[in-house]
């Protein structure tokens, strides 16, 4: 079976449960399609050997029973993997072997699935176009030298090039969805305290959650259903009743409604966006969906909220790394000289310029006008949202307001990069879910795709939606392979 | 607002990282086009709205409190950037 890596996720799980292949060769193709694929750079720590040990393993005593029979997975390096390095894309982190299992990726292995590597991201997941890693930037699969989104960079361009059938990803303000319309995949961020975030890097503590990234919307569901566990390890791992997601799963969305946000058509916005919008729409209405204009009111301060919501939390995590425990220290000729220094050498700058703003609006004097505000800000966006979903299901929007950019086009511009997440970070100050789904190409023939955002816990539901308007869409990845000798 | 380069020295010496005179500037003129940016939230009052610190909306929860990994210091202690055996070692802090 030489298509093996072609497959999705389902359909591995299906041949693998009907023995017509064993989880040595899926993992074995796998493995040769991420060496063959070293130009892409998705991987920062790659861990075949181990991955092919635990395939025959799996194979001896096969269980068949679990949902991930011996599929091979490389995951984002912002999850500790118990004795596997974990960087989150620093330098700070550069040596550091965790001594524990991050509670998502634990639940990955205990249904059969065993880790091929950890994929490359934004430095703490910190950026949008995985250009802050310590460890180089990715290629996106679709074109040389295009960005793969970030920060979950590496694991979209891991997805899209199938260098793994699935993977995860984590999102703070759009980290998982965005990668995933730059590179042709689906991406999930759930609902705020539904994935447990206990081993994972900590950004920015009441933002970040980890979720699937995946070829489709079913091998997407799938995921979340393993993923989503009530975990007493986090303390904001909210205990609601959790969907078997994959199985639930319908393509019948009629009498849904749907809300249609006027404050995302905004200023500037190239009229590709909105034209797949204004296709979305009609695809929805299709499936049998009712469409509703609904106002977001408060969605142009979203932005500006989350940059100082985010960055202060960041500083405040990021106090841990101080050269003393674990990770690089710089010498120093005293205690703070070597704090100082550690932290200077050892953060790249976009990680020191939102520790600097964090501490900012933090610090005394301004944290009533910044911070405070701020958290006041993100009230009446979730309140907006609130008032929303009193009329409708769920919203529609793009995912991002362009395609992919060529690497190095936005990089010395911060705000032109924050820029990039003005569809998604709304979604994670009021703590939704959120899928990003492929939806069509823009002149380059570059992918673009559509945001469908639910009501807390409703993951099922815009899962269905996006069941449904995928089969409409009938998307096609244009991969060449280009970066195949 | 601006912020300058004695406003840059102060942050840095709070955040724990050193800066020099040419990374001041720099970080001077990034934050000055962020907050710009920022600025934006001073066009909404919000003197009658209560702040979001979390958006899970459930109150926090008390566990026992066990030890669960047990004998894990010699790994702990193998992450640490200068070796020893039992402790972490730092420069001097005691004359």
Redesign the interface.
Known sequence: MSDITKQSLSELVKNIKNKKVSSEEITKEFVNRSEKSKELNAYITEDYSSALDKAKKFDQKPNLDLKLPGIPIAVKDLFCTKNIRTTAGSKILNNFVPTYESTVTQNIWNEGAVLLGKLNCDEFAMGSSNETSFFGNVQNPIDKNLVPGGSSGGSASAVAGQLTPITIGTDTGGSIRQPASFTGTVGLKPTYGSCSRYGIVAFASSLDQAGPMAQNVKDCALLQEVISTYDSKDSTSINFKRNEYSKELTNNIKGKKIGIPKEYRVDGMPKEIEDLWQKGINYAKDCGAEIIDISLPHTSYALPTYYIVAPAEASSNLARYDGVKYGFRAKGENLIDMYEKTRSEGFGAEVQRRIMIGTYVLSSGYYDAYYLKAQKVRKLIKNDFDEAYKKVDAILTPSTPSAAFKIGEKKDDPVSMYLNDIFTVPVNLAGLPGISIPAGHDSKGYPLGLQIIGKAFDEQNILNIAYAMEEKIDFKNKITDWWIK | MS?DLK??KH??K??????DDQKAEK?AN??N??FK????????K?DK????????E?S??L?SDEVK?NN?RE??V?????DNEDY?V????IE
């Open positions: 912020i406003t840059i942050i840095s709070l955040s724990r990282i050193s800066v970080l990034d934050l086009s962020i940016f920022i600025e934006k939230l001073n066009e909404l919000t709205v209560l702040p979001l610190t979390s958006v899970a459930t926090l929860k566990r990994s894990i790994q702990i193998k992450n640490s950037p200068q972490f730092v420069p001097k802090v």
